[in-house]
């Protein structure tokens, strides 16, 4: 749904996880044409963690992926991979999960427990 009529709706989110930083962007501005205040109104926190995102009006809490790891990690495995090919004339498949960190910032609102009753 897009964030305009999401806003218009009578039950309000009280916050909204952008899946990038270029969308947290539509976001922003979608929010500031409205008059909404982050996080004073909605809280916003995206997902790719921009360095930009320290120097917007209201610093933007993100969702960090280890980069520097992940493409480490990947070259790895894809070097194991083909000398494991050479070797037996095989691919193995493997689930590798490298977790995320948070980076706090300023937008996100902490919510009433009277509020986050009507909720759930």
């Known amino acids: 749904m897009e964030t305009k009529l999401l806003l218009q709706k ?7 996880f952008a899946l990038s930083d270029t969308i947290l962007l ?4 979608a929010l500031e044409e409205d008059n909404i205040r982050v996080p004073e ?17 209201c610093p933007i809490t993100s969702v ?5 790891d992940i493409a480490n990690i990947s070259i790895k495995l894809l070097l194991d991979q083909i000398e ?4 037996a004339g ?4 493997m689930k590798l ?24």
Do not use: C, M
């Open 90 to 93: 095989e691919v193995q498949q």
């Open 10 to 16: 009578k039950d309000k989110p009280t916050a909204i």
């Open 97 to 120: 999960l490298i977790n995320p960190s948070v980076v706090y910032r300023k937008s996100v609102k902490i919510i009433g427990k009277d509020r986050l009753a009507k909720l759930i």
């Open 84 to 87: 494991a090919q050479l070797k």
């Open 26 to 29: 539509g976001v922003l501005k």
């Open 64 to 68: 960090a992926q280890p980069v520097n």
């Open 41 to 57: 109104d909605v809280s916003v926190v995206t997902f790719d963690n921009s360095s930009y995102l320290d120097f917007l009006a």
